[in-house]
Nanobody, 125 residues
Framework: QVQLVESGGGLVQAGDSLRLSCAPSGASGYTFSNYILAWFRQAPGKEREFVAVIHWTGVSPYYADSVKGRFTISTANAKNTLYLQMNSLKPEDTAVYYC???????????????WGQGTQVTVSS
């Protein structure tokens, strides 16, 4: 099973920025080409929720209302990498963030069949 690897999480203060990255594990030889890529997050005691989605070519980004205007999803084809730029972070953004890849454009976890292990983002007030 191909492993996706997230990085870039950390502890920041409200109003700060972070950029998350996601790429296939080095030995897999897996490529994001022609996949739909997404970010989800799971806060303590809550179910995992959709954050943003994009086609590998960089078209059709779509965001959850809670992050619209603050977060930007993007891809870097040459680096086979997915990003999530998070600005104006709020304490309620605290969660484990997961990247996902699949063949169906959607906001449901069921649309994606490859997942990372997650990276913790903690925003203090």
């Amino acid at each position: 099973q191909v492993q996706l690897v997230e990085s870039g999480g950390g502890l920041v203060q409200a109003g700060d920025s972070l950029r998350l990255s996601c790429a296939p594990s080095g030995a897999s030889g897996y490529t994001f080409s022609n996949y739909i890529l997404a970010w989800f997050r799971q806060a303590p005691g809550k179910e995992r929720e959709f954050v943003a989605v994009i086609h590998w070519t960089g078209v059709s980004p779509y965001y959850a209302d809670s992050v619209k205007g603050r977060f930007t999803i993007s891809t870097a084809n040459a680096k086979n990498t997915l990003y999530l730029q998070m600005n104006s972070l709020k304490p309620e953004d605290t969660a484990v963030y997961y990247c996902a890849a699949g063949r169906h454009y959607g906001t449901s976890e069921n649309d994606y069949d490859r997942w990372g292990q997650g990276t913790q983002v903690t925003v203090s007030s």
